[in-house]
């Protein structure tokens, strides 16, 4: 026959080798697990766990939740400092491919990309901090084009549109 698991509070202070007077005196100090709840039995198993942690074979010390799923979940990387560094090293990888090319100026990239999400915004005056000087450097590095002479309407060129969508995933992928 096998050995209960469960035990009465005389057999668990027997098994620790104490009074029973001195085993209540433990569970009170949390030295000792408390009782099943709703019955007046102990686990053997949770007496051993309260033992090796007293006696130092295990650590009372709750792990950190994020050390323990990084510990689970580790697939031969490493860890600590070294894998953030990888993990910027690889953003700005990523970030790389779509740096802009122009080497416009950061005003000129927000108008550039605002011209590029509302087209019909097409003369100084209809886009927002354009001036006129402003959309002169946009035509100078190749990025808009006139469309009409009278009104100075302006229109992005190819290069213009692919630089404006590099300038938008480039800020989307800033660190």
């Known amino acids: 026959m096998t050995e209960p698991r469960l035990i009465s509070r005389k057999e668990a202070a027997e098994y620790c080798g104490i009074s029973p007077a001195c085993f209540s005196l433990w569970v009170s100090t949390h ?7 709703g019955t007046r039995m102990w686990d053997k198993r949770a007496i051993d766990a309260k033992l090796d942690e007293i006696g130092g074979l295990v650590s009372s010390a709750p792990e950190d939740p994020f050390n323990r799923w990084e510990r689970e979940n580790r697939t031969g990387r490493s860890s600590g400092s070294d894998s953030l560094a ?3 090293a690889g953003k700005e990888k990523r970030r790389a491919k779509y740096r802009p090319q122009m080497g416009l100026e950061y005003r000129l990239e927000t108008i550039l990309v605002y011209m590029a999400a509302h087209p019909e915004c097409d003369t100084a005056a209809s886009i927002p901090n354009a001036g006129q000087a402003m959309l002169d450097a946009l035509l100078k590095a190749g990025a808009v084009r006139l469309v009409g002479r009278e009104a100075l309407r302006y229109a992005l060129t190819e290069e213009g549109s692919a ?13």
């Open 31 to 37: 030295k000792m697990p408390p009782a099943i709840p």
């Open 86 to 88: 990888e993990w910027r």
């Open 163 to 175: 630089e404006a969508a590099r300038i938008k995933k480039w800020r989307s992928l800033a660190p």
